[in-house]
């Protein structure tokens, strides 16, 4: 189990992560107000770096444990993406998007509390990325709620065996 504990990354295109110049903030996305003052979408992203890298090979999926705090009646899904960044010119592995169900249409409901929620990735069985040092968790709300950050939080990563 892997407890997260990283950063949320907010920007907007043309930018692939914060700037330099860039407000820096400890906490929850659970307890913010992020959205943006343009026209440009917000992006979203919860970036776990490990200390040490995992070999995938021994893993047929990935769990991701969240809280759902959104309020926002919007579909949500999230896609999870591993990196190797001692090879950085081997491409990062995506494991494809699930939905966060407790967002869906037909199944949303206002939330007092955080929802909690399990997320499956599943690990290919053959891949080019032998092993991973970076998880990163990109948010992607519906395109007509792209101006206001998801209240969702990455509480921990499960790695489940072959």
Do not use: C
């Not at 919860?46 to 990935?62: M, S």
């Amino acid at each position: 189990m892997i407890h997260f504990d990283g950063a949320y990354w907010y920007f907007q295109p043309p930018d692939k992560r914060p700037g330099s110049s860039a407000h820096l903030a400890h906490g929850s996305p659970l307890a913010v107000d992020i959205g943006t003052n343009n026209f440009f979408p917000l992006t979203m992203e919860a970036v776990q770096r490990l200390n040490t890298a995992i070999r995938l090979a021994p893993y047929r999926e990935i769990q991701v444990t969240v809280e759902n705090r959104d309020n926002v009646p919007r579909p949500i899904s999230l896609s999870v993406v591993l990196t190797d960044t001692a090879m950085p010119g081997k491409p990062p592995l995506s494991l494809g998007s699930a939905p966060l169900l407790s967002s869906q249409t037909g199944q949303f409901t206002l939330k007092p509390a955080p929802t909690e929620e399990v997320l499956r990735f599943s690990v290919p069985a053959r891949t080019t990325t032998g092993k991973f040092d970076e998880i990163t968790v990109f948010f992607l709300p519906d395109v007509a709620h792209f101006e206001v950050g998801p209240k969702i939080a990455i509480q921990q990563f499960v790695m489940i065996p072959r």
